[in-house]
T-cell receptor, first 116, second 111 residues
Framework: IAGITQAPTSQILAAGRRMTLRCTQD?????MYWYRQDLGLGLRLIHY???????GKGEVPDGYSVSRANTDDFPLTLASAVPSQTSVYFC???????????????FGPGTRLTVL | GIQVEQSPPDLILQEGANSTLRCNFSDSVNNLQWFHQNPWGQLINLFY???GTKQNGRLSATTVATERYSLLYISSSQTTDSGVYFC?????????????FGQGTILTVHP
């Protein structure tokens, strides 16, 4: 069981380019999340999806978009990358469906993105 | 949203020492979790502990939800315990599942 996989592991990107970070989970979790971690800071939520077909905005959504076509995949797209989007991006998932009040999140290995 | 304050920000220990890390929340918190980020950047789940006390080997955690804080105890520390420890939680309601993280405690354990 792989859990959560993210790709690429790292990427250097020119400003203005479009980039999609991939996230796949094999645990059949209903909810998925994208966070970013900047140097010296904790993680901040970008976007989330409570179930396939739905998405919502987190704390820092500007410049990012997501889609949730199926249960397993939750890609994060930077339409036109800017240097301030240089960060480590973590995908997470949780099995909260039908479990009132329960939401334990599990994290992928992260993608280190540098925008020049 | 809720504010999360972790203390201390940095902690240096000799191998074998014990330590207590604290996490304070500005408001009622749900789905409280503790994580260890190892030197390779991986986030490892330590405890899911919205209330009460749990233990896992040398680590234990206690959350007092009514007083809005949680404690992580590390006993007989080892060099492999080094890294950053984060607590996180959500405010419930419309913020359900939207974790807010603390700034972390950087732990260094020397041999």
């Amino acid at each position: 069981i792989a859990g959560i996989t993210q790709a690429p592991t790292s990427q250097i990107l020119a400003a203005g380019r479009r980039m999609t970070l991939r996230c796949t989970q094999d645990m059949r979790h209903n909810a998925m999340y994208w966070y970013r971690q900047d140097l010296g800071l904790g993680l901040r939520l970008i976007h989330y999806s409570n179930t396939a077909g739905t998405t919502g905005k987190g704390e820092v959504p500007d410049g990012y978009s997501v889609s949730r076509a199926n249960t397993d995949d939750f890609p994060l797209t930077l339409a036109s990358a800017v240097p301030s989007q240089t960060s480590v991006y973590f995908c997470a998932s949780s099995d909260s469906y039908g479990r009132s009040g329960y939401n334990e999140q599990f994290f992928g290995p992260g993608t280190r993105l540098t925008v020049l | 949203g809720i504010q999360v304050e972790q203390s201390p920000p940095d902690l240096i220990l000799q191998e074998g020492a014990n330590s207590t890390l604290r996490c304070n929340f500005s408001d009622s918190v749900n789905n409280l979790q503790w994580f260890h980020q190892n030197p390779w950047g991986q986030l490892i789940n330590l405890f899911y502990i919205p209330s009460g006390t749990k233990q896992n080997g040398r680590l234990s955690a206690t959350t007092v939800a009514t007083e809005r804080y949680s404690l992580l105890y590390i006993s007989s520390s080892q060099t492999t315990d080094s890294g950053v420890y984060f607590c996180a939680g959500d405010a419930g309601g419309t913020s359900y599942g939207k974790l807010t993280f603390g700034q972390g405690t950087i732990l260094t354990v020397h041999p």
